[in-house]
């Protein structure tokens, strides 16, 4: 068994293991109140106080970490929600949560191939990064999930790259 701890990492599998790969266990935690670290790459930590994290911005709510109600939609493949969302604010398509995962990396990662093509149709960028840039697109995300040869083709015949 693998342990972990994290408050700001991606992760877990919402997919079934079908018997060719392991599961992990993660322990979720965020602090509440204080101070804490924030990596910052190469050694460098920064202090952030856990109400300057949960700071709203935009069509989000505070302890979300930027993620608006659409990203819940798309995670959960609501497409008439995820239609109803857009309507209300064409922009959402586009938004962004603390990781820099948009509502198409959450379609994604959930496996909602109609989701993500509705997305794409509304402007969605298949091959924007996560993590200012440097992490994975929507296919890469997908081979790390194991989203499924359907939504992987789906997305590699629409442009999405690695």
Same mark, same amino acid.
Do not use: C
């Given at each position: ?16 293991? @079908? ?14 109140? =204080?101070?804490? /670290?924030?990596? =910052? ?18 069509? @989000? ?17 609501? /497409? ?47 091959n924007f990064r996560t993590n200012g840039g440097t ?17 992987? @083709? ?9």
């Open positions: 068994m693998v342990l972990y701890e994290s408050h700001s990492v991606v992760h877990g599998k919402p997919f079934p293991l @079908q018997g060719k790969g392991f599961a992990n266990v993660f322990v979720h935690f965020e602090p509440v109140g =204080g101070e804490y /670290l924030v990596g =910052g790459g190469g050694g460098k930590n920064k202090k952030v106080s856990s109400a300057a994290k949960s700071a709203k911005g935009p069509g @989000q709510t505070a302890g979300t970490k930027g993620r608006t109600a659409l990203y819940l939609r798309a995670h959960d493949g609501d /497409l008439p929600a995820v239609k109803e969302a857009l309507s209300e604010d064409d922009e959402l398509v586009h938004s962004r949560d603390a990781n820099d995962w948009t509502p198409l990396h959450e379609a994604g990662r959930g496996g909602h191939l109609e989701v993500l093509k509705y997305l794409v149709e509304r402007g969605g960028d298949l992490g994975r697109t929507v296919l890469g995300w997908i081979r790390e999930l194991g989203g499924g040869d359907n939504l992987e @083709q789906w997305v590699k015949d629409n442009g999405g790259e690695l």
